[in-house]
Protein backbone atom coordinates (compact mmCIF):
# COMPACT_ATOMS: atom_id res chain seq x y z
CA UNK A 1 0.00 0.00 0.00
CA UNK A 2 1.72 3.50 -1.13
CA UNK A 3 1.59 6.19 1.26
CA UNK A 4 -0.32 8.38 -0.84
CA UNK A 5 -3.06 6.00 -0.17
CA UNK A 6 -3.15 5.56 3.29
CA UNK A 7 -5.04 8.64 4.02
CA UNK A 8 -8.40 7.05 1.87
CA UNK A 9 -7.75 3.62 3.11
CA UNK A 10 -7.35 4.11 6.52
CA UNK A 11 -10.03 6.71 7.10
CA UNK A 12 -12.47 4.93 4.86
CA UNK A 13 -11.61 1.43 7.34
CA UNK A 14 -11.57 3.91 10.19
CA UNK A 15 -15.23 4.77 9.62
CA UNK A 16 -16.40 0.91 8.98
CA UNK A 17 -14.95 -0.22 12.17
CA UNK A 18 -16.71 2.93 13.75
CA UNK A 19 -20.05 1.76 11.95
CA UNK A 20 -19.11 -1.67 13.24
CA UNK A 21 -19.73 -2.29 8.98
CA UNK A 22 -19.30 -6.17 8.88
CA UNK A 23 -17.49 -5.92 5.67
CA UNK A 24 -14.68 -4.03 7.37
CA UNK A 25 -11.74 -7.03 7.03
CA UNK A 26 -10.29 -5.77 10.46
CA UNK A 27 -7.15 -7.59 10.35
CA UNK A 28 -6.70 -6.15 7.03
CA UNK A 29 -7.45 -2.73 8.68
CA UNK A 30 -4.72 -4.01 11.75
CA UNK A 31 -1.92 -4.50 9.67
CA UNK A 32 -2.63 -1.17 7.85
CA UNK A 33 -2.32 0.67 10.74
CA UNK A 34 0.81 -0.83 11.62
CA UNK A 35 2.32 0.37 8.52
CA UNK A 36 1.08 3.60 9.22
CA UNK A 37 2.67 3.63 12.47
CA UNK A 38 6.00 2.81 11.30
CA UNK A 39 6.46 6.05 8.78
CA UNK A 40 5.14 8.12 11.49
CA UNK A 41 1.65 8.66 9.38
CA UNK A 42 -0.49 7.91 12.57
CA UNK A 43 -0.50 10.56 15.82
CA UNK A 44 -0.02 8.04 19.24
CA UNK A 45 -3.50 9.82 19.97
CA UNK A 46 -4.85 8.70 17.03
CA UNK A 47 -3.55 4.88 17.38
CA UNK A 48 -4.55 4.81 20.97
CA UNK A 49 -8.18 5.76 19.54
CA UNK A 50 -8.07 3.10 17.25
CA UNK A 51 -6.71 0.35 19.67
CA UNK A 52 -9.33 1.75 21.74
CA UNK A 53 -12.29 1.17 19.19
CA UNK A 54 -10.70 -2.24 17.96
CA UNK A 55 -11.36 -3.03 21.88
CA UNK A 56 -14.88 -2.05 22.27
CA UNK A 57 -16.09 -3.19 18.61
CA UNK A 58 -18.73 -5.94 18.35
CA UNK A 59 -16.50 -6.82 15.34
CA UNK A 60 -15.27 -10.56 15.59
CA UNK A 61 -11.98 -10.84 16.48
CA UNK A 62 -11.45 -6.87 16.74
CA UNK A 63 -10.97 -6.57 20.65
CA UNK A 64 -8.03 -9.23 20.27
CA UNK A 65 -6.47 -7.09 17.29
CA UNK A 66 -7.02 -3.81 19.87
CA UNK A 67 -4.80 -5.62 22.45
CA UNK A 68 -2.38 -7.19 19.56
CA UNK A 69 -2.37 -3.73 18.36
CA UNK A 70 -1.37 -2.12 21.21
CA UNK A 71 1.36 -4.72 22.43
CA UNK A 72 2.97 -4.15 18.59
CA UNK A 73 3.07 -0.42 18.66
CA UNK A 74 4.82 -0.52 21.75
CA UNK A 75 2.29 -0.13 25.12
CA UNK A 76 5.17 1.25 27.08
CA UNK A 77 6.00 4.44 24.77
CA UNK A 78 3.12 6.69 24.96
CA UNK A 79 0.24 7.85 27.66
CA UNK A 80 -2.48 7.19 25.63
CA UNK A 81 -1.19 3.78 24.50
CA UNK A 82 -0.27 2.75 28.43
CA UNK A 83 -3.87 3.40 29.12
CA UNK A 84 -5.67 1.69 26.56
CA UNK A 85 -3.31 -1.36 27.49
CA UNK A 86 -4.54 -0.70 31.03
CA UNK A 87 -8.27 -0.38 30.26
CA UNK A 88 -8.05 -3.62 28.33
CA UNK A 89 -6.02 -5.39 30.82
CA UNK A 90 -8.21 -4.87 34.08
CA UNK A 91 -11.92 -4.96 31.94
CA UNK A 92 -10.72 -7.61 31.05
CA UNK A 93 -11.37 -6.78 27.03
CA UNK A 94 -9.46 -8.44 24.15
CA UNK A 95 -7.97 -11.21 26.04
CA UNK A 96 -7.18 -12.98 29.54
CA UNK A 97 -7.56 -10.15 32.49
CA UNK A 98 -4.22 -9.37 34.28
CA UNK A 99 -5.36 -6.62 36.98
CA UNK A 100 -1.62 -6.54 38.39
CA UNK A 101 -0.25 -5.27 35.75
CA UNK A 102 -3.00 -3.28 34.58
CA UNK A 103 -3.46 -1.96 37.91
CA UNK A 104 0.21 -0.87 38.21
CA UNK A 105 -0.02 0.83 34.54
CA UNK A 106 -2.94 2.99 35.75
CA UNK A 107 -0.39 3.99 38.95
CA UNK A 108 2.14 4.42 36.55
CA UNK A 109 -0.27 7.07 34.36
CA UNK A 110 -1.13 8.86 37.36
CA UNK A 111 2.11 9.81 38.04
CA UNK A 112 3.54 10.98 34.64
CA UNK A 113 4.10 14.38 34.68
CA UNK A 114 4.11 14.34 31.16
CA UNK A 115 0.99 12.71 30.57
CA UNK A 116 -2.26 15.16 29.87
CA UNK A 117 -4.55 15.61 32.86
CA UNK A 118 -7.18 14.42 30.78
CA UNK A 119 -5.12 10.90 30.56
CA UNK A 120 -4.41 10.74 34.28
CA UNK A 121 -7.88 11.70 35.31
CA UNK A 122 -8.87 8.32 33.56
CA UNK A 123 -6.33 6.49 35.41
CA UNK A 124 -7.40 7.68 38.41
CA UNK A 125 -10.89 7.26 38.14
CA UNK A 126 -9.99 3.49 36.82
CA UNK A 127 -7.82 2.99 39.96
CA UNK A 128 -10.42 3.76 41.98
CA UNK A 129 -12.44 1.10 40.01
CA UNK A 130 -10.15 -1.56 41.36
CA UNK A 131 -10.24 -0.25 44.76
CA UNK A 132 -14.12 -0.03 44.67
CA UNK A 133 -14.47 -3.29 43.49
CA UNK A 134 -11.18 -4.91 44.77
CA UNK A 135 -9.93 -5.61 40.95
CA UNK A 136 -6.37 -7.15 41.49
CA UNK A 137 -6.36 -5.75 44.85
CA UNK A 138 -8.00 -5.47 48.22
CA UNK A 139 -11.03 -3.63 48.44
CA UNK A 140 -10.22 -0.09 49.70
CA UNK A 141 -13.07 2.68 50.34
CA UNK A 142 -10.93 5.52 51.22
CA UNK A 143 -8.56 5.04 48.43
CA UNK A 144 -11.13 4.69 46.23
CA UNK A 145 -12.86 7.90 47.20
CA UNK A 146 -9.76 9.81 47.08
CA UNK A 147 -8.77 8.72 44.06
CA UNK A 148 -12.52 9.65 42.42
CA UNK A 149 -11.57 13.74 44.18
CA UNK A 150 -7.75 13.50 42.16
CA UNK A 151 -10.01 12.05 38.55
CA UNK A 152 -12.24 15.18 39.68
CA UNK A 153 -9.31 17.35 40.22
CA UNK A 154 -7.94 16.07 37.18
CA UNK A 155 -10.70 17.05 34.80
CA UNK A 156 -12.26 13.73 34.61
CA UNK A 157 -15.79 15.25 35.33
CA UNK A 158 -17.70 11.21 35.19
CA UNK A 159 -15.66 10.52 38.30
CA UNK A 160 -18.09 12.60 40.48
CA UNK A 161 -20.86 10.09 39.79
CA UNK A 162 -19.21 7.50 41.63
CA UNK A 163 -18.15 9.57 43.93
CA UNK A 164 -21.65 11.45 44.18
CA UNK A 165 -23.21 7.47 44.82
CA UNK A 166 -20.40 7.40 47.59
CA UNK A 167 -22.17 10.36 49.66
CA UNK A 168 -25.66 8.87 49.01
CA UNK A 169 -24.20 5.42 50.61
CA UNK A 170 -24.51 3.33 47.75
CA UNK A 171 -21.40 1.59 47.94
CA UNK A 172 -18.49 0.77 50.58
CA UNK A 173 -19.80 3.04 53.51
CA UNK A 174 -20.56 0.11 55.75
CA UNK A 175 -23.40 -0.31 58.35
CA UNK A 176 -22.37 2.89 60.39
CA UNK A 177 -22.08 5.44 57.72
CA UNK A 178 -24.64 8.41 57.83
CA UNK A 179 -25.22 9.50 53.76
CA UNK A 180 -25.01 12.97 53.52
CA UNK A 181 -27.24 14.10 50.83
CA UNK A 182 -25.29 17.98 50.57
CA UNK A 183 -22.53 16.31 49.92
CA UNK A 184 -23.58 14.23 47.63
CA UNK A 185 -25.34 16.75 45.40
CA UNK A 186 -22.15 18.81 45.60
CA UNK A 187 -20.04 15.74 44.02
CA UNK A 188 -21.98 15.49 41.60
CA UNK A 189 -22.32 19.05 40.45
CA UNK A 190 -18.97 18.65 40.21
CA UNK A 191 -19.35 16.67 37.24
CA UNK A 192 -20.21 19.71 35.00
CA UNK A 193 -22.79 18.57 32.42
CA UNK A 194 -22.24 14.93 32.64
CA UNK A 195 -25.72 13.82 31.71
CA UNK A 196 -25.67 10.95 34.58
CA UNK A 197 -25.00 13.48 37.39
CA UNK A 198 -27.31 15.64 36.36
CA UNK A 199 -30.04 13.27 36.52
CA UNK A 200 -28.79 12.15 40.10
CA UNK A 201 -29.00 16.53 41.01
CA UNK A 202 -32.44 16.12 39.74
CA UNK A 203 -33.35 13.08 41.63
CA UNK A 204 -32.43 14.35 44.85
CA UNK A 205 -33.60 17.93 44.72
Known amino acids: MQMESWVGTIEREWHQLRRADPALDVEKFSRHVIAANKTGFLSPESLAAIANALLTSTLSHAPGLGRWLLERIGVNRHPAWRMAMAISLVTPTGG ?30 ALADSARLGRGMQVDVSRARSLYEQAIELGHRAAAHNLGLFWEGAWGAGDSFIPDRTKAMQSYRRGGDDKICQRRLEALR
Open 96 to 125: EADFDRGNAILADVMKDETAEDRLRGMAAA
